[in-house]
């Protein structure tokens, strides 16, 4: 029997009141977009694919109908999808995407604007910067901003220290990313931006590396730099998302904020007290199953309401939230049952595997997915343990794998070093599994790195311990 620990957390849930709304509508209101100076603008970008990762895109799509209902228009909104989910076989609703158990379609009306192979490093960089010329394929949409105009940049997926990643290509590293944020901030293309990161160890991608010469960016990430994120709506949870789903419907740090948007007025909200909502609602009473939702950057920017990012909902209008009462609990406020995002790849499989019929073809084809999942990350954490070995000694795996930075101290300091490794340990270690186990690792990565290893010599190691350890699938 494999035991999966996040399927067996039970939450209390205090019973879920309905909120009564004020539904007065403002006669003023004519567009949202009318009451700020300049433009909106949101990159949304679910770097995962593949349907045990259905979650991620449904965080994204649902991110998507959060601006629309704002009242941003599509010209303003760019969307990297991978684009695999509405239609996979797996799928119990051909078509549509559920981002909560009695949610309704989030899909319907999403724009592809990058989808398939096109959701890369390079095509992400491209747009935030405007530069057209840099996509390649998609719909060339970019980020064709003003010095007056507000960027809002969502990314949701699996994440590892100094990492986000990517569906095709290369991860995305902290120092790229930063990079890129550098080169924006030059061009004079924004007034403020601010960036939502779901991921695990999602805090390592800003915390000692957003510098504070860019003073008009805020984040916030899922996690600190240490520690997964975790997914929710998950098979088996309670609230569980209909029965015949086999994977997670979203991620809780993604669907705190996005449920949050839903129902209020977000003239009345801000940032700072959105953060405080989404932290309560992620940092559940298990350690164990909690992450630390953080902010970085310019803090000042969390004194904005929310609106000038995402828009309002007109329906919302005058709905303000309960944020001061504490102990006031409605649907958005409780804390779903949630699992680790790597737990949630292979609890999809569990669950395929075990909802097969008994001596099915399905049944076998599941076994072996799920085989092979466990295989490819016993290989996965062999071949860490032998190239750490070779490299430094035996005597020193638990101080490479368990070391991390203190606060306010970046990753690492040689970022080639780090981009080196971990693309190398990527290829020769990483198989074609999407759940990205290899990523697992990277922060073992950092602090070779940190530690002066010589780079010829690890490269040199990676290459000699993935191929002797049972190759991965
Ligand atoms: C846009 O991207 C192209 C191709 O990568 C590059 O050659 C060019 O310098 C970029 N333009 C700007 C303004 O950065
Ligand atoms: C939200 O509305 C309440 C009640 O009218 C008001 O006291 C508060 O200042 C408003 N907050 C913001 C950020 O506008
Ligand atoms: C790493 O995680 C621990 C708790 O797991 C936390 O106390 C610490 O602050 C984290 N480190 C950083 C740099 O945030």
């Known amino acids: ?38 433009k909106r603008w949101a990159v949304l970008i679910a770097g995962s694919n593949g349907y045990e990762n259905y979650r991620h895109q449904a965080d994204v799509c649902h991110a998507y109908q959060v601006l629309r209902n704002g009242g941003l228009e599509d010209e303003n909104i760019i969307v990297f999808m991978y684009d695999d989910i509405a239609f996979d076989g797996n799928n119990p609703r051909p078509g549509v995407i559920i981002n909560k158990p009695d949610g309704e379609d989030v899909y ?22 405007g530069n057209k010329t840099a996509v390649t394929g998609g719909s060339g949409k970019v980020v064709d901003s003003g010095p007056n105009d507000y960027i809002f940049i969502y990314y949701a997926d699996h994440g590892a220290a ?28 924004y007034k403020s931006m601010v960036i939502y990161v779901e991921a695990c160890e999602s805090g390592s991608m800003f915390e000692g590396i957003l510098p504070r010469d860019i003073n008009n960016i805020y984040a916030v990430t899922a996690a600190n730099p ?30 705190s904020w996005l449920e949050d948007s839903d129902i209020h007025d977000l003239r009345n909200e801000t940032l700072q007290q959105q953060y405080q909502v989404v932290r309560r609602r992620t940092a559940v009473d298990d350690v164990d199953f ?44 409780t804390t779903p049952h949630i699992v680790s995002q790597h737990d949630a790849s292979l609890l999809h499989f569990w669950h395929r595997y075990h909802n097969a019929p008994e001596g099915s073809p399905r049944k076998t084809e599941a076994h072996k997915e799920l085989m092979d999942e466990l295989s490819l990350g016993k290989h996965t954490d062999q071949s860490v343990n032998e190239i750490i070995s070779v490299v430094f000694g035996p005597e020193k795996i638990s101080e490479m794998l368990n070391t991390v930075q203190s606060a306010g101290s970046p990753l690492v300091h040689d970022w080639d070093c780090f981009k080196m490794l971990v693309k190398s340990f990527k290829k020769q270690c990483g198989g074609t599994s999407r759940t990205r186990y290899d ?35």
């Open 1 to 38: 029997m494999m035991s999966y620990r996040g399927l067996f957390l039970l939450l209390a849930l205090s019973c879920i009141a309905v909120e009564s709304r004020q539904l007065k509508g403002n006669p003023y209101h004519l567009s949202s977009n009318n009451d700020i100076e300049g």
């Open 108 to 129: 319907d009306g999403v724009p592809k604007d990058y989808t398939g192979e096109d959701v890369n490093v390079n095509n992400f960089f491209g747009a935030i910067l």
């Open 162 to 189: 100094g990492l986000l990643g990517m569906p095709s290509g290369e991860y995305l590293t902290a120092q790229d990313l930063m990079n890129t944020l550098k080169q924006k901030h030059a061009a004079n293309t």
């Open 226 to 255: 240490n520690e997964s994120s975790w997914a929710s709506y998950c098979p088996g949870d309670f609230p569980s998302p209909p029965s015949e789903f086999d994977t997670c419907l979203g991620d809780i740090f993604s669907i």
């Open 290 to 333: 909690s992450s630390h939702v953080m902010q970085y950057g310019n803090k000042g920017i969390a004194e904005d309401t929310v609106f000038n990012y995402l828009g309002s909902n007109p329906n919302n209008d005058n709905y303000y939230s309960p944020h001061h009462h504490h102990h006031h609990h409605s649907s958005v406020t």
């Open 439 to 473: 990523m697992k690792y990277s922060g073992a990565f950092a602090n070779m790195c940190n530690a002066g290893v010589d780079i010829n010599r690890a490269t040199q190691a990676i290459t000699q311990a993935c191929s002797t350890n049972s190759p991965p699938p």
